[in-house]
């Protein structure tokens, strides 16, 4: 196991009616004017915004608005955020919302003291040194910005999609209630569960060794995301399956199960260039590309995959031919997206197979050309497990 150091210091608050708790807790850390960032008008529709806007008003706080965050969000709303904060001298921001006003508003928070330009920050020209605090109103359980250090942001110009680590990116507060999901349509719900399992995945497929414990976490997060999504997608309301899942969003990406171990991430750059492309749900890209990757890793290494087969899967053993087993294990993650309603090839997402140079040309790879930590893909790797995600699976 690595030397690690870890701290989440977000205030996860969990339940039934919990967003009515923003006004006093953004209070309680000293604001005084909030910008509610929010997306494309689900959380208008729902009332939501105006409860949460009748707490913030109702703890004495000032309220400016601005809505209109698309799913893969653009930097020309957080440049226009950025402006309206400081034109309105806002000290607080809460986003209300999925992955996408969450990062929106992330971004918005370090580019307002900021004196360039944000987007310094995501192609690495600089480090961030301070933001304003963030408040979160979680409305779907997917991407785990609630509680990680990153934000994804596609700068528009160039259609660049693109992350960036810090611990100023973790949010103040996290509001959790898993009924404010219940409104999710069945296709968000299960990309949101896909994108779950991938940020446990690419942390479960390291070449570490001594990492059991994190092994066995990451196996439970999964195994409950796989018992929980297919409810939540019959049945919306479910309270317990929604539960499990908000929960499951946080747990999957606040860094504990991957604690002591180098993760592989290789997928989530290659997905990232599809839904840069073709602004297709991030989730769902990766129900594309995960299983790929996977078929392509068979030469390298079965080892986990067989694991993972073996204790999440339900497989058994074959001990004279563990490879069997390891292809098995990605064909029943393959039936079980498919049947919570994912896309499994290019065709599905509504991806092109001659796209495949641009797509991977513009993958963000290491300074040594490579993508990933696990067995890393050079260029002709990445093309090659593209290539795969084209070719129809018949399980
Ligand atoms: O915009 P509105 O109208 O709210 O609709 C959204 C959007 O269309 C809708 N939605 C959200 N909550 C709802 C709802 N509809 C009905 N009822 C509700 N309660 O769902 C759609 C998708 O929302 P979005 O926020 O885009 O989804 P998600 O949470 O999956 O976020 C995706 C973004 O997060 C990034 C992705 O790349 C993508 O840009 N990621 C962020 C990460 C992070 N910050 O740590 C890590 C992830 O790997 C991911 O890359
Ligand atoms: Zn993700």
């Known amino acids: 196991m690595l030397n690690f150091e870890y701290c989440s ?9 919990v967003e009515t ?3 006093r807790r953004a209070k309680a850390l000293g604001a005084g004017k909030v910008l509610l960032h929010y997306g494309s008008g689900s959380a208008v529709r729902s009332g939501l915004i105006a409860r949460v806007r009748e707490s913030l008003e109702g703890a004495g706080l000032q309220v400016v608005e601005l809505g209109g965050v698309r799913p893969n969000p653009r930097s020309g709303l957080v440049y226009q955020g950025i402006e309206l904060c400081r034109a309105q001298g806002v000290d607080f921001i809460l986003a ?14 370090l580019g307002v003291p900021y004196e ?34 990153s934000a994804v942001i596609t700068h528009e110009p160039e259609n660049l999609k693109r992350g960036l680590h810090c611990e100023l990116n973790r949010p103040r507060f996290s509001l959790m209630n898993p009924l404010l999901t219940a409104t999710l349509p ?35 997060v999964l195994m409950a995301i796989i018992k929980a999504a297919p409810v939540a ?16 969003s946080t747990v999957a990406h606040n860094d504990s199960v991957g604690l002591g171990r180098t993760g592989d991430w290789a997928s989530h750059q290659l997905e990232h260039e599809l839904s840069a492309k073709y602004d297709v749900a991030h989730g769902a890209g990766l129900a594309v590309i995960f299983p790929a990757w996977m078929r392509y890793q068979m030469r390298n290494d079965t080892r986990l995959l067989c694991q993972l087969a073996v204790r999440v899967w339900g497989c058994e053993l074959d001990f004279e ?8 294990g990605i064909e029943r993650f393959e039936a079980f997206l498919k049947s919570i309603g994912m896309p499994l090839t290019f065709e599905e997402l509504g991806a092109k197979e001659e796209d495949i140079p641009e797509l991977a040309k513009k993958v963000k790879y290491a300074d040594n050309g490579l993508v990933g930590n696990f067995y890393p893909l050079d260029r002709a790797a990445v093309e090659e497990v593209y290539r795969i995600a084209c070719q129809s699976r018949d399980n």
């Open 116 to 149: 360039g330009d944000f987007w310094d920050f995501y192609c690495k020209k600089a480090v961030p040194q301070s933001a304003l605090p963030l408040g979160v109103v979680l409305t779907m359980a997917a991407a785990g910005s609630e509680g990680s250090d």
């Open 233 to 248: 997608v019959k049945n919306p309301e479910d309270y317990d399956a929604r539960a499990q899942l908000m929960w499951a």
């Open 96 to 109: 209300v919302g999925g992955g996408s006003a969450i990062d929106s508003a992330k971004a918005i928070a």
């Open 186 to 220: 069945a296709y968000q719900t299960a990309s949101g569960a896909t994108d779950m399992m991938a940020h446990v995945l690419e942390r479960y497929f390291t070449l570490e060794k001594g990492v059991d414990l994190t092994d066995r976490l990451c196996e439970a």
């Open 321 to 328: 031919h563990p490879e069997r087993t390891a292809l098995q």
């Open 21 to 23: 708790q923003a006004g």
């Open 9 to 17: 210091p977000t205030q996860f608050v969990f339940g039934r009616d």
